[in-house]
């Protein structure tokens, strides 16, 4: 017999470029993960406000309507929380303060598990896919460093080093997880982005 030697309280931190990112990529996986008793947090860095071609709608009216498509995907997974940093859809370049920012849900949440984009994925066109997963493992870094953001640390955080990171979106993927049982949750997930489906 399989002895499971995890903590009580396994905690899954899913960071996504724009909301429905994890759902398409990875929902069934987490759906699966929460099935085995692992609680998820996501945190959404731009608000999706770009995320038409239509030339008449307005970004800032699809970006709510895109966070409460996300906060509805969230239920149907199971999620226990979506955070959104809200940067502008298409610019998180610009957006100089994104790895302190992660860094400090790093340290909060403490996660024994990361996923999030693979930055390094050839011929990746979106700009926001690339900077967010360099930032995200530019905060992996940082958050298990004293010596990064001492100001979270004299704030009351401390260091967390992410034991695991899974790097979905890789050209050459090395890790496979069944999700028949939780593949229709995962469609149901995405069917809750209709703007984008």
Not at 89 to 109: I, K, M, Y
Not at 138 to 153: E, K, M, S, W
Request: hydrophobic share 40%; glycine share 8%; net charge negative.
């Amino acid at each position: 017999m399989a002895v499971d030697n995890r903590r009580a309280e396994q905690h899954i931190l899913a960071i996504s470029a724009h909301p429905d990112d994890i759902e398409f990529t990875s929902g069934g996986s987490l759906a699966r993960w929460i099935g085995e008793g692992w609680t998820v947090s996501l945190v959404i860095c731009t608000d999706g406000g770009k995320g038409s071609q239509d030339p008449s709608v307005i970004p800032a009216e699809l970006a709510a309507i895109r966070q409460a498509e996300q906060q509805a995907a969230t239920r149907v997974v199971g999620v226990t929380e979506a955070i959104f940093l809200g940067y502008p859809d298409g610019e998180l370049a610009r957006a100089t303060d994104l790895v302190e920012r992660l860094a400090l849900h790093l340290r909060r949440q403490r996660p024994d598990r990361l996923v999030s984009w693979d930055p390094w994925k050839p011929y990746q066109l979106h700009p926001d896919y690339r900077t967010a997963g360099l930032a995200v493992l530019d905060a992996v870094l940082a958050a298990g460093n004293p010596h990064y953001f001492p100001d979270q640390l004299a704030a009351g955080l401390s260091p967390h080093q992410v034991p695991e990171v899974y790097l979905y979106g890789a050209a050459e993927p090395d890790t496979w997880l069944d999700i028949t049982a939780t593949f229709a949750q995962k469609m149901a997930a995405i069917e809750a982005h209709r703007s984008q489906v």
